[in-house]
Nanobody
Framework: VQLQASGGGLVQAGGSLRLSCAASGFTLNFPAIGWFRQAPGKEREGVSCLSSLNDIVHYADSVKDRFTISRDAAKNTVYLEMNNLRPEDTAVYYC???????????????????WGQGTLVTVSS
């Protein structure tokens, strides 16, 4: 099971970025999968998670109405569309999954077993 995240970068406040997470070794039709982030000096936060069983999504309050998680089953890839970015969104973003979780809420509030490498998102003011 491998996850490959990409798409981070430097953007001005109010701008947009799209992160991608390509999965291999399992299909996105089974587990929940999601995006987490960790800023310097802060705890890791579950940003958004998607249940592939029923397409139920979970968002952290801090990103609701700005971020959108989606998946492309044909490409076995999950995306995080981030709009209206704020300086406080600056963090290393990780995609993660856990074959024992099919609930988006549970995954976002757990410690997933499988992580991709992080991708840095920097939002300048």
């Amino acid at each position: 099971v491998q996850l490959q995240a990409s798409g981070g970068g430097l953007v001005q406040a109010g701008g947009s970025l799209r992160l991608s997470c390509a999965a291999s070794g399992f299909t996105l039709n089974f587990p929940a999968i999601g995006w987490f982030r960790q800023a310097p000096g802060k705890e890791r936060e579950g940003v958004s998670c998607l249940s592939s069983l029923n397409d139920i999504v979970h968002y952290a309050d801090s990103v609701k109405d700005r971020f959108t998680i989606s998946r492309d089953a044909a490409k076995n890839t999950v995306y995080l569309e981030m709009n209206n970015l704020r300086p406080e969104d600056t963090a290393v973003y990780y995609c993660a999954t856990d074959l024992g979780h099919s609930s988006s809420y549970a995954l976002c509030h757990s410690h997933p077993t499988t992580w991709g490498q992080g991708t840095l998102v920097t939002v300048s003011s």
